[in-house]
Nanobody, 112 residues
């Protein structure tokens, strides 16, 4: 069983940056593909970025060029570096190990 715990959310001004972290329990993190999703009230959960076990990445169109997903297998941690943030990036961000586990989410609010 894998438990995922996100951190790093908060309030930031437009144009600012935040880095989200997702700490995974257990010893199988390095064998898992991972992803970040986000959701706003009344909307479906949206894929933000994915990363394979070998480090290949994929991004949603709305964040490509601004967000970077990465992983540190030695620390069992997934990251999402978010730059040039926009108000429309405001959402609850979730860490996901496909078919295995979801985190509880962390709120990101982009507002002046």
């Amino acid at each position: 069983q894998v438990r995922l715990v996100e951190s790093g959310g908060g309030l930031v001004q437009p144009g600012g940056s935040l880095r989200l972290s997702c700490a995974a329990s257990g010893s199988i993190f390095s064998t898992l593909a991972m992803a970040w999703y986000r959701q706003t009230p009344g909307k479906e959960r949206e894929m933000v970025a994915t990363i394979t076990t070998s480090g290949m990445t994929n991004y949603g169109h709305s964040v490509e060029g601004r967000f970077t997903i990465s992983r540190d297998n030695a620390k069992n941690t997934l990251y999402l570096q978010m730059n040039s943030l926009k108000p429309e990036d405001t959402a609850v961000y979730y860490c996901n190990a496909p078919y295995v586990a979801w985190g509880q989410g962390t709120q990101v609010t982009v507002s002046s």
